[in-house]
């Protein structure tokens, strides 16, 4: 992924905007724009112009010039090299069923760095088909491939039941990051990475949200 030092410079906050900033600069590119302000992409985004501006300062190799801002495709080139959009990481996925599937079917992770090599699932139904072109294995074997494959990156859409076995088996084979969609606090070693995807408490902001909304309009 991301040169490791660069990353270790740039806060969780910023890193976070990033993906955004990176997708608004390809459309911006693809409409024939070449250069861009702080003040517009905060402006178009809804984010606080203080704050684009203090990311584009640390992110950029290249100040923005005065009245005519920064270099699109220089900002695109320098959050492809922060974020490793540049070097695709292979990973794999365990848990083939609805959203298991869906993500696998996802061809614009490509975009982002992130190839998904193999999908896995104990399901004898499943085992041996292909979801988005991408072969089914046993669960059995995750560990076996993971090593084989030389695979860094582990997503798990699982079951919360099975959740923490299928991260150790990922870990015995050598996987680095995890990135989990089950429903469940994994215990891991200090040095494998964990992002949680938790859709429970993600819906919960929504519909607060969305309650605040129709309430105000009463």
Do not use: C
């Not at 024939?32 to 517009?40: L, M, N, Q």
Request: no cysteine; net charge negative; aromatic share 6%.
């Amino acid at each position: 992924m991301g040169n490791n030092k660069e990353i270790q410079n740039v806060s969780k906050a910023t890193i976070g905007r990033l993906p955004a900033y990176h997708r608004y600069l390809k459309e911006k590119l693809a409409e024939g724009e070449k250069t861009i302000s702080s003040t517009s992409i905060a402006e178009d985004l809804h984010l606080n112009a203080v704050q684009v501006r203090k990311d584009l300062s640390v992110i950029s190799t290249v100040a923005g010039k005065p009245k005519l801002g920064f270099e699109i495709a220089e900002l695109i080139e320098d959050i492809n090299r922060i974020l490793g959009y540049d070097n695709v990481t292979d990973a794999v996925l365990v848990g083939a069923g609805g959203l298991g599937s869906a993500l696998a079917g996802y061809d614009g992770f490509k975009n982002y760095g992130l190839n998904i090599v193999a999908v896995f699932d104990s399901d004898p139904e499943i085992i041996d088909s292909t979801v988005n072109g991408i072969k089914v294995f046993d669960a059995a074997q995750i560990q076996h491939l993971v090593r084989r494959l030389n695979v860094l990156i582990g997503i798990i859409t699982v079951p919360k039941s099975a959740a923490q076995k299928v991260a150790d088996e990922l870990i015995e084979g050598g996987v680095r990051a995890i990135w989990n969609f089950a429903p469940v606090h994994l215990n891991v070693p200090e040095n494998i990475a964990v992002k949680n995807e938790d859709m429970a408490a993600s819906l919960a902001i929504l519909s607060k949200r969305l309650a605040e909304i129709l309430n105000n309009e009463k």
